[in-house]
């Protein structure tokens, strides 16, 4: 289980024989996905799951950046699924971004679609994840987008590089548990635990085989790719006797950040520098939440072993890492906080600093009257519990807003998510009744072509206030401010970072604060905006945004596939 090498796929031979046999197509890549329950044995228990290729975490898909992928995905599992590439702009193509009922309707079991992921501008980490229920618990990998043909990493190249993916453990049918908390309108069960690469290690208790091991060589620098592909909590991540520099965020270089721990939440990934430079021993690689609520959460550490290759024998004491406490919102924010874009002469970026298009959107986990006519709800005061953005809790359409977009097919959405909350109140201030009651409707954002966006996430003191990670599809988007309490029109922008703001597609909104981000309106389509924490996106807490097409037939929309599933 020691790190491999570059290039060399260790039990994704069949993914890239079909890979190898077609090198008159170089800039092409094909991989098959074929989604089947699993038993796995390695976890404590023996669980089916549904995973790809047997694999957990699924197969890693490897790019030159600007390259191109088809993935066959064949569903033999018992459910319908969609996937989604993380973090992959997908240039005039949402037709294979994936969110369920959004851009398509799920691949039924038996059937198979093949979706065309188009590599654009991205460089670095990105990760794959079924979108449609909960199945990215299980159905989840990396994405690695290597430099240009040619090109090399803006930083001394690595001894080896590898991936390490973050990922929730339940020792339960995940569709279920959703499927039953939803129905109770309930906060759902915590996950029982947390994986690195697929093992939970030493902190639980498991049989001691239960363990990712990282094998270095002393002295040798390491690139370990890191995802966080966890289902409701962000995490804090750090490396026993170790201090390491963080040099990438969701694909897009930033300015190295020597730390000695992170903080990572749903959705992110960060690219590490590793140096094997310490007295050669085992030391634990570990993670554990950062959060910062009244809500339950899974409270558990996650271990993997970082392992000198010389030496023979395992010392019976392995020192664990100092991660900050599960509240320290202060290390939270001081990591975070030293996050800017690389923004070199190689690696540009390109900051709106006109905006054309203000839209400020308030953030809140609130409450809904209960529907059972027979019982109460789980959610406080035996309500059902809800999530909104603009205080509209979104309620996913039967038939994919793309299609009905594309088509014209009138009453399944509407065009009128507003730019402004419905009514300006103190939303980080102690009054956590105003928005406790949402607006529940399928209400898109319309946005033209070419417009230069800042769009404003607002946190509100209602409910459960906590962190919350917002992921825009189809973009990555410059985070140039953040704070805690209200926005403030005149004096928030004063704050604004227009120099190296970084540049990703999932950022924390700090409880009872604000996080400003900006993006051109360049990528026509239609593309989901949500929380990363899967039961905010559960309960509601997204919406859609469409960017109009362009003047010409090259800033439109392309054609639909021939054999996209299509919501009947
Ligand atoms: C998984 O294991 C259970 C019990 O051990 C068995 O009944 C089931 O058939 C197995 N499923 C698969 C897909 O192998
Ligand atoms: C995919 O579906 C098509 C029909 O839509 C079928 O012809 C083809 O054999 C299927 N491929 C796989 C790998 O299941
Ligand atoms: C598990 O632990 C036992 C004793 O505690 C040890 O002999 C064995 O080598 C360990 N196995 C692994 C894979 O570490
Ligand atoms: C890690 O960095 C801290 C300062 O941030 C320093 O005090 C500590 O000695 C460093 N640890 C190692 C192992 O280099
Ligand atoms: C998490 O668990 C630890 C014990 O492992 C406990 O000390 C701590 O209070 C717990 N934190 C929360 C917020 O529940
Ligand atoms: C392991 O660590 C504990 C506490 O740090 C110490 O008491 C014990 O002697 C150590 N055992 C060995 C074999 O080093
Ligand atoms: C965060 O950074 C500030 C300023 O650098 C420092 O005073 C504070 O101690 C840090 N907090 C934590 C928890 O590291
Ligand atoms: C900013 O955008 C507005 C609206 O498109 C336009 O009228 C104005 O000229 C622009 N200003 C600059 C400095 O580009
Ligand atoms: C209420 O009715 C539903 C079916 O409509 C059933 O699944 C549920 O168990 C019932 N709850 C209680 C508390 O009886
Ligand atoms: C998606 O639409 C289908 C009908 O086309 C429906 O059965 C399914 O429940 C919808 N999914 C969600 C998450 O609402
Ligand atoms: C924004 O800040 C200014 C200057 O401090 C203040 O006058 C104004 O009332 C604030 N606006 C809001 C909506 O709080
Ligand atoms: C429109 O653009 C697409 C690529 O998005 C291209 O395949 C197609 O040929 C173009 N059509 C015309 C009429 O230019
Ligand atoms: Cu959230």
Same mark, same amino acid.
Request: aromatic letters at 10%.
């Given at each position: 289980m020691g790190l491999r090498k570059k290039g060399s796929m260790l039990g994704l031979l069949t993914i890239f024989l079909l890979d190898g046999l077609l090198p008159s197509m170089a800039y092409i890549h094909y991989y098959r996905f074929s989604l089947k329950e699993t &038993?796995?044995?390695? =976890?404590c228990f023996t669980k089916p799951m549904l995973t790809v290729n047997r694999l957990f975490p699924g197969p890693t898909i490897r790019v030159f950046k600007g390259e191109k992928a088809f993935v066959n995905v064949r569903n033999d599992g018992k459910y319908g699924v969609t996937i989604h590439w993380h973090g992959v702009k997908q240039p005039l193509n949402p037709w294979s971004d994936g969110p369920e009922n959004i851009t398509q309707c799920p691949i039924q079991p038996g059937q198979n679609f093949t979706y065309e992921v188009i590599f654009s501008d991205e460089e670095g980490t990105l990760w794959w994840h079924a979108h449609s229920d909960w199945s990215r618990a299980t159905v989840h990998?990396?994405?690695v987008v290597l430099p240009g043909r040619g090109k090399a990493y803006p930083f001394p190249r690595p001894y080896l590089e590898t991936t390490l993916v973050l990922a929730s453990w339940f020792n339960t049918d995940v569709k279920e548990l959703i499927d039953n908390a939803m129905a109770i309108g309930g906060d759902p069960e915590p996950s029982d635990?947390? /994986?690195i690469n697929g093992w939970p290690g030493a902190l639980y208790n498991c049989p001691n085989e239960t363990i990712y091991r =990282?094998?270095?060589?002393y002295g040798k620098t390491y690139l370990l790719r890191l995802v966080n592909a966890i289902m409701n909590e962000e995490m804090f991540f750090a490396i026993a006797g170790? &201090?390491?520099?963080v040099v990438a965020q969701d694909g897009a270089y930033i300015k190295p950040i020597p730390t000695s721990y992170i903080m990572i939440t749903p959705g992110q990934t960060m690219d590490i520098l590793l140096t094997a430079n310490q007295t050669p021993s085992y030391y634990y690689i570990a993670a554990r939440p950062f959060f910062d609520s009244g809500a339950p959460f899974d409270n558990t550490t996650t271990t993997a072993i970082l392992q000198y290759g010389n030496v023979i024998a395992a010392p019976t004491n392995i020192t664990l890492p100092t991660l900050p406490i599960q509240t320290d919102h202060d290390s939270a924010d001081n990591f975070t906080s030293k996050i800017k874009a690389l923004a070199s002469k190689e690696h540009p970026i390109s900051v709106p600093k006109n905006? /054309?298009?203000?839209? =400020?959107? /308030? +953030?809140? +986990?609130n409450q809904l009257p209960c529907e059972l006519t027979n019982g109460t709800c789980g959610g406080p005061n035996g309500n059902r519990i809800s999530a909104s953005l603009n205080n509209i809790s979104f309620a996913t359409p039967t038939t994919d807003i793309l299609q009905a977009y594309y088509r014209s097919l009138p009453n399944v959405f509407d065009n009128d998510f507003s730019d402004q909350p419905p009514l300006f109140f103190n939303f980080s201030g102690v009054d956590s009744s105003t928005f406790l009651l949402p607006e529940v409707g399928t209400k898109v954002l319309f946005i033209e072509y070419g417009a230069s966006v800042e769009i404003v996430y607002q946190g509100t003191n209602v409910g459960n206030p906590e962190n919350h990670p917002m992921h825009l599809h189809g973009y990555s988007f410059y985070v140039v401010g953040s704070a805690y309490g209200n926005w403030n029109a005149t004096t928030s922008p004063a704050i604004y970072n227009l120099i190296d703001p970084p540049e990703v597609n999932t950022i924390g909104v700090p409880k009872n604060g604000w996080t400003a981000i900006r993006f051109v309106a360049n990528n026509p389509g239609v593309w989901f905006m949500h929380c990363h924490l899967e039961r905010h996106a559960s309960w509601g807490m997204d919406t859609v945004i469409v960017v109009k097409n362009g003047p010409s037939n090259g800033t439109s929309i392309r054609q639909p596939p021939s054999n996209l599933p299509i919501c009947v």
């Open positions: &038993n796995f044995t390695r =976890l990998g990396p994405i635990g947390f /994986t =990282l094998r270095v060589v170790h &201090n390491f520099t905006v /054309t298009r203000h839209v =400020l959107i /308030t +953030v809140s +986990v």
